[in-house]
């Protein structure tokens, strides 16, 4: 085709030029995109062939070797099976090379040498254990087959072995005494008169002794590695029993920070049999002396054993130094744990554990922590508050926050107080017998409070323009007037109280509303909670006999308490009791001899024991020294 016959078709020059250029490539080369991709395709194949040649010729090659690699890990027995120990506790996976016909015996040497240098490691001797050898399927090898045996058989390119440790399950008398006897800084529970208490300075710590043990103790929950002073406390999710002697010796492991941690849920749970011995535990640093006496009950007979198993189970809460409000949350998750009786075990944030038995000030302490928490973060108002729905918490959380609220009234009658009482009444009874305006009035800012009070009494003298502008932040689409302001306020009340955390009201009545007969008159029950000065002031109690300096020192008190607000009353008991509620507990005043640096108020939660040095010069002294310990919001739970 010339290019004039072309050009009919194509009539730009450019485009009839590409087309002859195109025309004489395929002339020059015949062969299309198809038979390229079959020349490539046929290149690979054939590579392919000579590099399994190769790997033909590298397996000859590790045949006429007499060493092989091999990788080697420790699984240490815990929980009721073997849990591999990771690099950082000693363990980890090693590469080493071995003899091809080595045996079980010779795995077994080379692994006590990597894992167990000169016999020792983290958790004991080597001799302490029963080893064993496993492959990578954790079952035990024969004792004849070598590794190259192995090889053979299973066609892996490289081989996997585990050393296994399990304590020996044979102790003496005195072995298990020593395990049985925890430091100071051990998770023990028994009945006993210990105390927590608290004071701005540290001080000595007593030894808490549980001896005789008699019961099972099951510790379920917390892998939770507590850093105490002198030695560390691990609480592990074993079931174990004291009454087993290859049990004792598996808390011992257990305690050992080497091991390998679990999952954190921090729950101790401990089934309540008797435990014995706790008559000789010295409490002479713990609580002041008092002349009365007091018995000691003796220890139940053999013949009580199976009414004594019945009882609840106990469990032990372990709660972190400022994670109270996320870990309560889960905890009371559980449905059954109401049914529980429960106690609490504070970990500082440094990691060691506090140095107090909950005998009920760790739990008001606790309970104030939270919801102080709770307020900041989960509310909205100003002296009463309403949760506010949050996209974190759903269904259960709430319901866990009711449970919480149930949990602390029927153990210490503890309520939360700045939650507006119409939210507990509604979600109690299903109805509102406490004034929805009155609350609202304390939910609002005090600016708006003020405008609002003067409405409701001299409606004209009000100005107008601010009282629009608090209907509208309240979402008011309504003009006030003098005659609809009282119905107005109704409204935006129950909107604000009732309508908006009517989610909140609904998953609170599943588990507040058996309770309406123990809650019968909320409003009551907040006036109660209400510390004032008068309260705290009837509920001190001071020695039958003092001298003229613990009088002085009496004075100071009685008039600190009578110049404190109510926030300072708080702090005052929630030094003293755990809680910043008034909630009826005696708190006996003594004296001490404190001078100088170590002069300082010290407080025993659990019994409502209150020290006071007596070498104050004056009041202003006194005030001044009271007031720093309260302020500083640095309370550490030190005397056990």
Same mark, same amino acid.
């Given at each position: 085709?010339?290019?004039?016959?072309?050009?009919?078709?194509?009539?730009?020059?450019?485009?009839?030029?590409?087309?002859?250029?195109?025309?004489?490539?395929?002339?020059?080369?015949?062969?299309? =995109?198809? /038979?390229?991709?079959?020349?490539?395709?046929? !290149?690979?194949?054939?590579?392919?062939?000579?590099? *399994?040649?190769?790997?033909?010729?590298?397996?000859?090659?590790?045949?006429?070797?007499?060493?092989?690699?091999?990788?080697?890990?420790?699984? %240490?027995?815990?929980?009721?099976?073997?849990?591999?120990?990771?690099?950082?506790?000693?363990?980890?996976?090693?590469?080493?090379?071995?003899?091809?016909?080595?045996?079980?015996?010779?795995?077994?040497?080379?692994?006590?040498?990597?894992?167990?240098?000169?016999?020792?490691?983290?958790?004991?001797?080597?001799?302490?254990?029963?080893?064993?050898?496993?492959?990578?399927?954790?079952?035990?090898?024969?004792?004849?087959?070598?590794?190259?045996?192995?090889?053979?058989?299973?066609?892996?390119?490289?081989?996997?072995?585990?050393?296994? *440790?399990?304590?020996?399950?044979? +102790?003496?008398?005195?072995?298990?005494?020593?395990?049985?006897?925890? $430091?100071?800084?051990?998770? #023990?529970?028994?009945?006993?008169?210990?105390?927590?208490? =608290? /004071?701005?300075?540290?001080?000595?710590?007593?030894?808490?002794?549980?001896?005789?043990?008699?019961?099972?103790?099951?510790?379920?929950?917390?892998?939770?590695?507590?850093? *105490?002073?002198?030695?560390?406390?691990?609480?592990?999710?074993?079931?174990?029993?004291? !009454?087993?002697?290859?049990?004792?010796?598996?808390?011992?492991?257990?305690?050992?920070?080497?091991?390998?941690?679990?999952?954190?849920?921090?729950?101790?749970?401990?089934?309540?049999?008797?435990?014995?011995?706790?008559?000789?535990?010295?409490?002479?640093?713990?609580?002041?002396?008092?002349?009365?006496?007091?018995?000691?009950?003796?220890?139940?007979?053999?013949?009580?054993?199976?009414?004594?198993?019945?009882?609840?189970?106990?469990?032990?809460?372990?709660? %972190?130094?400022?994670? +109270?409000? @996320?870990?309560?949350?889960?905890?009371?998750?559980?449905?059954?744990?109401?049914?529980?009786?429960?106690?609490?075990?504070?970990?500082?944030?440094?990691? @060691?554990?506090?140095? #107090?038995?909950?005998?009920?000030?760790?739990?008001?302490?606790?309970? /104030?922590?939270?919801?102080?928490?709770?307020?900041?973060?989960?509310?909205?108002? $100003?002296?009463?508050?309403?949760?506010?729905?949050?996209?974190?918490?759903?269904?259960?959380?709430?319901?866990?926050?009711? =449970?919480?609220?149930?949990?602390?009234?029927?153990?210490?009658?503890?309520?939360?107080?700045?939650?507006?009482?119409?939210?507990?009444?509604?979600? +109690?009874?299903?109805?509102? !017998?406490?004034?929805?305006?009155?609350?609202?009035?304390?939910?609002?800012?005090?600016?708006?409070?003020?405008?609002?009070?003067?409405?409701?009494?001299?409606?004209?003298?009000?100005?107008?323009?601010?009282?629009?502008?608090?209907?509208?932040?309240?979402?008011?689409?309504?003009?006030?007037?003098?005659?609809?302001?009282?119905?107005?306020?109704?409204?935006?009340?129950?909107?604000?109280?009732?309508?908006?955390?009517?989610?909140?009201?609904?998953?609170?009545?599943?588990?507040?509303?058996?309770?309406?007969?123990?809650?019968?008159?909320?409003? #009551?029950?907040?006036?109660?909670?209400?510390?004032?000065?008068?309260?705290?002031?009837?509920?001190?109690?001071?020695? +039958?006999?003092?001298?003229?300096?613990?009088?002085?020192?009496?004075?100071?008190?009685?008039?600190?308490?009578?110049?404190?607000?109510?926030?300072?009353?708080?702090?005052?008991? =929630?030094?003293?009791?755990?809680?910043?509620?008034?909630?009826?507990?005696?708190? !006996?005043?003594?004296?001490?001899?404190?001078?100088?640096?170590?002069?300082?108020?010290?407080?025993?939660?659990?019994?409502?024991?209150?020290?006071?040095?007596?070498?104050?010069?004056?009041?202003?002294?006194?005030?001044?020294?009271?007031?720093?310990?309260?302020?500083?919001?640095?309370?550490?739970?030190?005397?056990?």
């Amino acid at each position: 085709m010339t290019d004039d016959q072309l050009k009919e078709y194509l009539p730009s020059y450019g485009d009839r030029l590409a087309i002859h250029g195109y025309c004489r490539r395929k002339e020059q080369d015949p062969r299309g =995109r198809k /038979s390229k991709l079959f020349d490539r395709l046929r !290149t690979r194949l054939t590579r392919s062939r000579g590099d *399994t040649d190769n790997v033909y010729e590298k397996r000859s090659k590790n045949a006429q070797k007499s060493m092989r690699n091999i990788e080697m890990g420790w699984m %240490h027995f815990r929980e009721g099976k073997f849990i591999q120990v990771r690099t950082k506790k000693g363990g980890g996976t090693r590469k080493i090379c071995v003899l091809k016909d080595c045996t079980k015996k010779d795995l077994l040497k080379k692994a006590a040498e990597l894992f167990f240098p000169g016999e020792k490691c983290s958790v004991g001797s080597f001799t302490d254990f029963v080893a064993d050898i496993t492959d990578f399927q954790e079952q035990t090898i024969d004792d004849q087959i070598t590794v190259g045996e192995l090889y053979e058989l299973t066609k892996l390119p490289i081989l996997r072995f585990y050393l296994t *440790t399990k304590k020996k399950a044979i +102790a003496s008398d005195t072995q298990l005494d020593t395990q049985l006897n925890f $430091n100071s800084e051990t998770i #023990a529970q028994g009945g006993g008169n210990t105390q927590d208490s =608290r /004071s701005p300075i540290h001080t000595s710590q007593s030894p808490l002794l549980t001896e005789n043990v008699e019961s099972d103790l099951i510790y379920v929950g917390s892998s939770t590695l507590i850093e *105490t002073g002198s030695d560390d406390v691990l609480l592990s999710d074993s079931i174990i029993s004291m !009454t087993d002697p290859s049990s004792v010796f598996e808390i011992d492991a257990a305690r050992q920070p080497e091991v390998d941690n679990l999952e954190d849920s921090g729950t101790v749970t401990i089934s309540t049999g008797f435990i014995s011995g706790l008559e000789d535990t010295a409490l002479d640093d713990t609580l002041p002396i008092l002349e009365e006496s007091y018995s000691v009950p003796s220890p139940i007979d053999n013949s009580l054993e199976p009414f004594v198993q019945s009882e609840r189970v106990k469990k032990i809460l372990v709660i %972190h130094r400022g994670q +109270a409000f @996320r870990q309560l949350i889960e905890h009371f998750c559980d449905e059954s744990v109401l049914t529980d009786d429960i106690s609490m075990k504070v970990i500082l944030p440094d990691g @060691r554990l506090e140095n #107090a038995v909950d005998e009920g000030g760790v739990l008001r302490d606790v309970l /104030s922590e939270f919801w102080h928490d709770f307020y900041e973060q989960c509310t909205l108002g $100003n002296s009463f508050k309403v949760p506010y729905l949050r996209h974190d918490f759903g269904q259960q959380q709430w319901e866990s926050i009711g =449970r919480i609220i149930s949990f602390g009234w029927q153990r210490e009658k503890y309520l939360p107080v700045k939650i507006a009482p119409v939210m507990l009444e509604q979600a +109690a009874h299903g109805c509102v !017998t406490t004034s929805l305006v009155d609350c609202f009035l304390r939910y609002v800012t005090e600016s708006d409070r003020m405008i609002l009070e003067s409405c409701r009494s001299h409606f004209e003298d009000v100005d107008k323009e601010e009282l629009f502008e608090v209907m509208d932040h309240h979402n008011s689409r309504r003009v006030p007037t003098a005659d609809n302001i009282e119905q107005l306020l109704e409204e935006m009340a129950h909107q604000k109280l009732i309508q908006e955390p009517a989610f909140v009201i609904e998953q609170w009545h599943n588990v507040l509303a058996p309770m309406r007969i123990e809650l019968q008159d909320i409003a #009551a029950a907040y006036d109660e909670l209400q510390p004032s000065s008068r309260k705290v002031m009837k509920s001190i109690a001071y020695p +039958a006999t003092m001298n003229l300096q613990q009088k002085h020192t009496g004075r100071y008190l009685s008039t600190f308490l009578r110049e404190s607000d109510k926030q300072h009353l708080s702090l005052f008991l =929630r030094f003293c009791t755990g809680s910043d509620l008034f909630l009826g507990k005696t708190i !006996t005043v003594s004296f001490t001899q404190l001078e100088g640096f170590q002069r300082r108020p010290i407080a025993h939660t659990c019994g409502c024991y209150l020290e006071l040095p007596v070498n104050y010069d004056n009041y202003p002294e006194f005030r001044h020294e009271m007031n720093k310990v309260l302020e500083s919001n640095i309370w550490v739970m030190d005397i056990v």
